[in-house]
T-cell receptor
Framework: AQSVTQLDSQVPVFEEAPVELRCNYS??????LFWYVQYPNQGLQLLLK??????LVKGINGFEAEFNKSQTSFHLRKPSVHISDTAEYFC???????????FGSGTRLLVRP | EAQVTQNPRYLITVTGKKLTVTCSQN?????MSWYRQDPGLGLRQIYY???????DKGDVPEGYKVSRKEKRNFPLILESPSPNQTSLYFC?????????????????FGAGTRLSVL
């Protein structure tokens, strides 16, 4: 069975500092990986996705993530965060032959001035 | 504008009073799904639908029903709501056709329905 672990429930960071949100997954099959962002009182919006090809994936708002198959990780990074990046971030995995999206428990990014 | 629309956004009800949360998408997507979001648990799938008249259980289907009579609509029905169904609900849709490198497999989410069952 597939699962997703987001190790940090909350990550506080100062504005303009770099940030990394960690995500590890478990799966015995090829997977597709996603990061979604949820701003307060809104639905989920896709940040970026890994389907195949280059392991470094660039998304919207300056975020990027690196797929590491040996470590089964898909960590999200941004070199310099803004106040507006304050939100909850969800990592998700979908199996190659499954249409089911499995979500992690989420990481709340809190950007302070 | 491509979107997934849920109604209502907020709902307070009492135990046992049947309710329906509507979901509609205008992207001609085949796949639709319902999730509930609870603190510390992320999003968990309730039901999903691969196409019209094709539905199946997700991870937490107990106490819920769905139907898919039209491609664009996927209502979530709570026949007899209970307090443990107090949660934030999201509807999502995606396309299962086309290249995997484009829009396929990307799930689009509605704005959410916050339900409180007293």
């Amino acid at each position: 069975a597939q699962s997703v672990t987001q190790l940090d429930s909350q990550v506080p960071v100062f504005e303009e500092a770099p940030v990394e949100l960690r995500c590890n997954y478990s799966s015995s099959v090829s997977v597709y990986l996603f990061w979604y962002v949820q701003y307060p009182n809104q639905g989920l919006q896709l940040l970026l996705k890994y389907l195949s090809g280059s392991t470094l994936v660039k998304g919207i708002n300056g975020f990027e993530a690196e797929f590491n198959k040996s470590q089964t990780s898909f960590h999200l990074r941004k070199p310099s965060v803004h106040i507006s990046d304050t939100a909850e971030y969800f990592c998700a995995v979908e199996g190659d032959s499954s249409y089911k999206l499995i979500f992690g428990s989420g990481t709340r990014l809190l950007v302070r001035p | 504008e491509a979107q997934v629309t849920q109604n209502p956004r907020y709902l307070i009800t009492v135990t046992g009073k049947k309710l329906t949360v509507t979901c509609s998408q205008n992207m001609n997507h085949e796949y639709m799904s319902w999730y509930r979001q609870d603190p510390g648990l992320g999003l968990r799938q309730i039901y999903y639908s691969m196409n019209v008249e094709v539905t199946d259980k997700g991870d937490v289907p107990e106490g819920y029903k769905v139907s898919r009579k039209e491609k664009r609509n996927f209502p979530l029905i709570l026949e007899s709501p209970s307090p443990n169904q107090t949660s934030l609900y999201f509807c999502a849709s995606s396309s299962r056709r086309g290249s995997r490198y484009l829009d396929k497999n990307i799930q689009y989410f509605g704005a959410g329905t916050r339900l409180s069952v007293l």
